[in-house]
């Protein structure tokens, strides 16, 4: 049986919907863009799964349509409390058997602790609400159910020593994220390796990036900088990325050695806080 490219997200499912919708209509995206007050390289977008209506925009689309209501209620149940470039991967994740990650400056989101998260949204942005804090520090913690279900996907997680080290809310909070980190991966939640500061360059030094694997379906890479992600599905792009990650994680330190300098880390930021007190 030939494999899919990747499980369709349902933000494309969306899309895939609305086409065949306007089809039916007899729309081109010439016309349906005339009626929602849009361009037709937007529909275009909107059906290829890149982007999701607004809400005015799905009204619009369920008049052009006769769908009375329906593109506006399917809106709402795909309203995402992630950004927009990171959506479709919290909903990819979900169905991955297998998770490959990589943190170079930060601990991967789906293992950060509540305080650790809170200190990471706080920091890039500076009028923050706490109402609005709490929301995304909920949302990253659901995310890392996903490690602890009863179908867990096989998650590899390779880390810079340069993320232990760097004290995100302060060394009570990282001595908390880091001793998290080493419990996991002593209950077999996940693979640990940590590319120590001795490593030197390696294949990922210039960015972070995130593999995942589908029983029947291919991988997916994806990557991120400052407000932006690449979610790569073309099968050399993701190649080329588990390339890397096998590069770097050959040059990293053992699971049992990697569990153990994060338990000595985690005890050194202790040990910070602790002197602080008195």
């Known amino acids: 049986m030939a494999m899919e490219r990747r499980p369709r997200t349902p933000r494309e499912k969306y899309g895939e919907e609305l086409r065949l919708r306007r089809v039916a209509a007899g729309l081109t995206q010439e016309a349906l863009g005339d009626q929602v007050v849009c361009s037709p390289t937007l529909i275009s977008h909107y059906e290829a799964g890149r982007r999701l209506p607004k809400p005015d925009d799905a009204r619009r689309i369920d008049l052009a349509l006769n769908t009375d209501g329906f593109f506006v209620r399917w809106l709402q149940d795909l ?3 992630f950004a927009l470039y ?11 058997s297998e998770i490959r990650q990589y943190g170079a400056a930060l601990i991967p989101g789906m293992l950060q602790t509540a305080d650790y998260s809170r200190a990471v949204f706080q920091a890039y ?6 109402e609005q804090l709490d929301e995304f520090v909920v949302s990253r913690a659901e995310r890392g159910r996903i490690l602890t279900e009863s179908r867990t996907p096989v998650a590899w997680t390779l880390l810079d020593e340069a993320a232990l080290r760097r004290q995100i809310g302060g ?14 991966a002593d209950a077999g939640r996940l693979r640990l390796h940590v590319l120590t ?7 990922l030094l210039e960015s972070m990036v995130y593999l995942l694997d589908f029983l029947d379906a ?3 890479a994806y990557v991120e900088g400052l407000l932006t992600g690449n979610l790569m599905d073309e099968p050399a792009l993701v190649e080329s990325c588990r390339t890397a990650y096998s590069l770097a994680l ?27 007190r008195h």
């Open 250 to 276: 050959s040059d990293a330190a053992s699971h049992r050695e990697s569990v153990d300098l994060v338990r000595t880390i985690a005890e050194e930021h202790q040990h910070v806080h602790q002197s602080q």
């Open 197 to 203: 500061l001795a490593a030197g360059a390696h294949a």
């Open 218 to 220: 291919a991988p997916v």
């Open 79 to 81: 309203d995402s409390r």
């Open 171 to 184: 060394p009570a909070v990282m001595a908390e994220q880091l001793r998290k980190i080493a419990d996991m």
């Open 86 to 96: 990171f959506s479709a991967v919290a909903e990819l994740e979900r169905e991955a």
């Open 125 to 130: 942005r500076p009028n923050y609400r706490k």
